[in-house]
């Protein structure tokens, strides 16, 4: 199809940073088509299907009048641009906040615009555009400063299209609801069940929208997002000043916000595309037993009072109830000081025994693990003599940080010596105990401390919480983390935040579904969607104080059969004989449904759930409704699309 040209941009000028998509991905190719378990992406990798726009393809000559440049389904004005769908419809609509766009300082060049100026100064304004083999047509922008302390800041405007994906947040909705206004913060990984307005562990700089529009932010941005929910918008910003991010080394703060923007013919295409484009496969499976058989956790039974008495008597009441069992996970407080990586002898006096006895019942353990060392822990001294801390800005003194369990000091997994430290340590475990694998919590970048120094420098915070978990990498098999940003290769389950044991949104109930869709948009295909019941906190408990309230209990239970992997800690056997009947009937259901996926492989190209148009759903219904498993009745929360 002939395409006009652009005039040859000028030499001289600063090129944009336009992230190039990987190439090597192609459908069905890696371990990860392998599957056939990831009954993973059963429910969390394609619930997103909804209307598509189909449309013929058209070009136009670029037309430059006073006001705006067209060229192809691109206008350009003074305050911003629109983009246009195959059907002639809006798919995408950006208002320039950092200044008026001087249309006059634009040269054409190819597939290349480049403009030059604004009412405020110079700037390098570039779009380039491209048409991937049977996508659509994409366009790669770029804003660039020459002043340093500055701030590009553009502001996407939703429309009547639905979008999705961006991050995991402590109230969660599908599509995304904006939940008022908030001025641009850090998109980085944060805890948000302690900071409840922040983003969470689990993050990717894409949306995907209703109208077949994607957009992925560049890795190279110190990217900030703000959003106002009666405008509906989002606004994206870059900038350096007063802010986590850090320039190249050698290179002046001067911001730039680049991003690339794909129109399709449908969403599945265009999702497809962006997400072969920028998503790493994982290059292995987890073990079998986290998609087919319950993980029993000792946290919100236990809480910190575990010991060895109570893990023996839980195992066996497991047992004496039949269930089958993938592994049980010690969580926290089995050690003596936070950084030690041993049994506190007083709660565990025979550990050797206690580990004979789970291996004979044919029970696998994990053990909880996390980044902080405490004062009181004898490895607190080891980590400063080796220096395996992150550190104040200085690089003397180790930084400390507070967390959920106190103050303490924070390996930094950008030094390799405190990564190999670290796994030494676990593999000695594992081989005094025979340790299956372990939970690694935390690992958001809200735990590193305001300033301070890392033996490789940060110029994205949550770079950080990829290195968290490529340490974790090696133990896979039984392993989970909390934290996600550019680690879809890693094999790890992925656990999305604690829940509280309420029906609501804002980590309730209703907030699982969202989640877990989200989570499997942003290309992470093994999810642990966390304890069924909730963490069970008396303050943040619907019902009865003592246990959670039974009916929440019953439906989390019934949904988490539909997820790529179920946990329990609080026991059906604490409410009645129908409550345990319910639990056994579901998770042999969640286990037969994982194994004939299994058996058959998954399709992993074209979801097997929902339809591909959104005409394909039964009337009177989106696809969304009329696909998801409903979950029983009663108490007005009959319908899981009552739940998203």
């Given amino acids: 199809m002939d395409t006009q040209p652009f005039h040859r941009q000028e030499k001289g000028k600063r090129g944009p940073k336009v992230e190039t998509p990987r190439a090597e991905c192609s459908p069905g190719s890696g371990p990860s088509q392998q599957l056939h378990l990831g009954a993973a992406a059963f429910l969390a990798g394609a619930g997103f299907v909804l209307a598509v726009v189909a449309g013929c393809c058209f070009r136009v000559a670029p037309r430059k009048t006073d006001f705006r440049i067209q060229v192809e389904r691109l206008d350009l004005r003074q305050d911003g641009l629109t983009i246009k769908g195959q059907k002639g419809e809006e798919a995408f609509k950006l208002a320039f906040q950092s200044g008026i766009l001087d249309l006059k ?9 480049t403009c030059t100026g604004t009412d405020k100064g110079k700037i390098n304004f570039v779009i380039r555009t491209d048409e991937p083999k049977g996508v659509g047509r994409c366009y790669s922008l770029s804003w660039g400063e020459f002043a340093a302390d500055t701030v590009v800041e553009h502001k996407m405007f939703w429309g009547d299209a639905h979008w999705y994906g961006g991050c995991e947040m402590s109230v969660q909705h599908w599509p995304i609801r904006l939940p008022g206004s908030q001025e641009p913060m850090p ?22 929208s209703s109208k077949a529009a994607a957009i992925k932010i560049n890795d190279s941005v110190p990217f900030h997002l703000g959003f106002n929910a009666t405008e509906r918008s989002l606004v ?42 920028y998503f790493k496969k994982p290059m292995k499976v987890p073990s079998e037993k986290m998609f087919t058989l319950p993980i029993w956790s000792t946290w919100a039974m236990y809480k910190k009072e575990i010991d060895q008495d109570k893990l023996l008597e839980f195992s066996r009441t497991i047992r004496k109830h039949h269930f089958k069992y993938s592994h049980i996970e010690i969580d926290d407080m089995y050690m003596q000081n936070y950084g030690d990586f041993d049994f506190d002898p007083l709660k565990f006096p025979h550990v050797t025994e206690m580990f004979e006895e789970l291996k004979k019942d044919g029970f696998d353990v994990t053990l909880w693990m996390h980044p902080f060392v405490h004062a009181d822990s004898p490895n607190f001294e080891v980590g400063i003599k080796r220096q395996l801390f992150v550190t104040e800005p200085t690089g003397t003194l180790p930084a400390v940080v507070e967390w959920w369990n106190g103050v303490g000091a924070i390996l930094d997994f950008t030094n390799p010596s405190a990564r190999d430290w670290f796994q030494s340590h676990l593999r000695q475990l594992s081989s005094k105990y025979h340790i299956s694998s372990f939970k690694f919590d935390a690992g958001e970048t809200c735990y590193l401390p305001d300033q301070f120094s890392s033996f490789q420098p940060l110029l994205d915070p949550s770079t950080w919480s990829r290195q968290y978990a490529e340490m974790a990498a090696p133990f896979y098999e039984l392993a989970e983390v909390r934290v996600g940003y550019r680690s879809q290769d890693i094999a790890c389950f992925v656990r999305i935040i604690d829940r509280d044991s309420i029906w609501g949104h804002e980590l309730g109930l209703k907030s699982l579904i969202p989640t877990v869709l989200t989570i499997g948009l942003l290309g992470y295909p093994f999810i642990l969607p966390d304890m069924i019941g909730g963490n069970f906190f008396p303050n943040k408990t619907d019902g009865a104080v003592e246990i959670p309230d039974r009916e929440l209990y019953i439906r989390w239970l019934e949904l988490s059969a539909f997820m790529p992997s179920m946990q329990f800690s609080i026991p059906p056997w604490l409410y009645d004989r129908e409550v345990v009947d319910i639990a056994l009937k579901f998770t042999r259901l969640h286990e037969a449904l994982v194994r004939g996926l299994a058996e058959e492989g998954l399709d992993l190209k074209r979801d097997q759930c929902f339809p591909e148009r959104e005409d394909e759903a039964p009337a009177g219904k989106s696809s969304l409704e009329a696909f998801l498993p409903a979950v029983g009745g009663g108490g007005g929360h009959s319908n899981a699309t009552m739940l998203v």
């Fill in 105 to 113: 300082s634009c040269s054409e060049g190819g597939r290349t615009l």
């Fill in 187 to 208: 998109f980085v990984t944060s805890d948000v069940y302690s900071f409840r307005n922040s983003f969470g562990g689990i993050l990717e700089r894409y949306w995907l």
């Fill in 236 to 277: 994206f910003q870059a900038r350096y000043k007063d802010s986590p991010y850090k320039p190249p080394l050698g290179q002046q703060p001067f911001p730039e916000l680049s991003y690339r923007v794909c129109i399709g013919s449908d969403v599945t295409s265009i999702h497809k595309y962006m997400a072969q484009s």
